[in-house]
């Protein structure tokens, strides 16, 4: 079974603060995305790295995917307020099935205060 | 707008009812997923369909069966359920044979089961 660590779990910080949210595996994945989920909808797909060592940026989200595919950053410069809400990871392992197969992590609550 | 609808978006059911949630994806994929998200658990899968024909069935309990018409619609029926199922069902859809796997939400239904 295929694990993902996800931490920190709750992070509640000041507009204008920089933060990062890490995701760990002992398991290489073939692709890794970002969730963004806020309260009584659905996630909401905001990337997806494919490569290890891969950087991809998103305005003030940064995000890299470790070299060996089994980690995941997501880094926030400067938070606001409308950053707010609960991020996931989620890696796929696409060998052998005609489906993606996702396995999530816990997720982080982050709340940033005016 | 995410392309993919479900509904109803809150449904409060007694443990003797029978209900059904729907879901339904525009975005032309052809596989479609249900997860549950309970408090401080990760997104667990419950169903995979591929091409409509179910490949997935993560140990789910019989009072839950999905069914899918087509590509378009999956329906997740529920009988005699218990006040622990009470929780967020998150439809999601992906287009199959990607290897980059990225699944699109739905704003789930809010079960609470009484």
């Known amino acids: 079974t295929q694990l993902l660590e996800q931490s920190p779990q709750f992070l509640s910080i000041q507009e204008g603060e920089n933060l990062t949210v890490y995701c760990n595996s002992s398991?290489?994945?073939?692709?890794l995305q970002w969730y963004r989920q806020e309260p009584g909808e659905g996630p909401v797909l905001l990337v997806t790295?494919?490569?290890?060592?891969e950087v991809k940026k998103l305005k003030r989200l940064t995000f890299q995917f470790g070299d060996a595919r089994k980690d995941s950053s997501l880094h926030i410069t400067a938070a606001q307020p409308g950053d707010t809400g609960l991020y996931l990871c989620?890696?796929?392992?696409?060998?052998?099935?005609?489906?993606?197969?996702?396995?999530f992590g816990q997720g982080t609550i982050l709340t940033v205060h005016p | 707008e995410t392309g993919v609808t479900q509904t109803p978006r809150h449904l409060v059911m007694g443990m003797t009812n029978k209900k059904s949630l729907k879901c339904e994806q525009h975005?032309?994929?052809?596989?479609m997923y249900w997860y549950k998200q309970s408090a401080k658990k990760p997104l667990e899968l419950m169903f995979v369909y591929s091409l409509e024909e179910r490949v997935e069935n993560n140990s789910v309990p019989s009072r839950f069966s999905p069914e899918c018409p087509n590509s378009s619609h999956l329906f997740l029926h529920l009988h005699t359920l218990q006040p622990e199922d009470s929780a967020l069902y998150l439809c999601a859809s992906s287009q199959g044979g990607s290897f980059a796997a990225e699944q699109y939400f739905g704003p789930g239904t809010r079960l609470t089961v009484t």
């Open positions: 975005l032309g994929h052809n596989a």
């Open positions: 989620a890696g796929a392992n696409a060998g052998g099935t005609s489906y993606g197969k996702l396995t």
């Open positions: 398991s290489v994945f073939s692709s």
């Open positions: 790295v494919v490569t290890g060592g």
